[in-house]
């Protein structure tokens, strides 16, 4: 198939899966899936007032990646489904965004408390911690002091055995009586 002849972007039936929906960008299947429509939902539009509804606002869906105007997709979907007047869409798109704006304030007011309860929690953790490391760093470096004192003790006992060994080892070759 070329180019020219390929299908408009938009939702389609998805070849690996006919229950679900795939989005053709106009030249390659994407990643981006949904669910597809119900049965009612494939009726042709001319065939039933409420299929006619379901598919419209199903076609109408937004293409992955783009955005979509709330004020005009309100207005457009609420005259479509009730007949509601601009104004009644206004005042519902309103409502709906102070009622976001709310939730969202909630939520950022919980995840603040949430923040700071667990930084309550954490500050002692991370002393206690903090002690527990220096215990144990003060005490791998007086062992290692100890070590390092045990070898350059060990060292210089072996140096002046082995220099004493030398010395009567020279003193009988030079002197083998022993006078």
Do not use: C
Not at 20 to 27: F, K, P, Q
Not at 51 to 74: L, Q
């Amino acid at each position: 198939m070329n180019r020219a002849d390929a299908p408009v972007a938009g939702w389609y039936p998805d070849p690996g899966q006919r229950t679900r929906l795939r989005w053709w960008d106009g030249s390659d299947w994407s990643d981006h899936r949904r669910v597809g429509p119900r049965p009612a939902d494939l009726l042709e539009p001319g065939e039933d007032p409420a299929a006619k509804r379901s598919w419209s606002t199903a076609a109408a869906a937004p293409a992955p990646g783009r955005e979509v105007d709330i004020t005009s997709a309100a207005s457009a979907a609420g005259r479509a489904a009730s007949g509601l007047s601009r104004e009644d869409t206004s005042a519902i798109v309103a409502e709906v965004r102070r009622a976001t704006r709310r939730e969202l304030d909630r939520a950022t007011s919980r995840l603040a408390e949430q923040a700071g309860s667990l930084r309550t929690q954490l500050e002692p953790m991370i002393q206690d911690y903090g002690r527990r490391f220096l215990r144990w760093a003060r005490r791998a470096a007086v062992i290692a002091i100890v070590v390092y004192v045990l070898y350059v003790v060990a060292t210089a006992q072996l140096q002046t055995s082995l220099f004493d060994w030398l010395g009567e080892q020279v003193d009988k070759v030079i002197d083998p009586d022993g006078s």
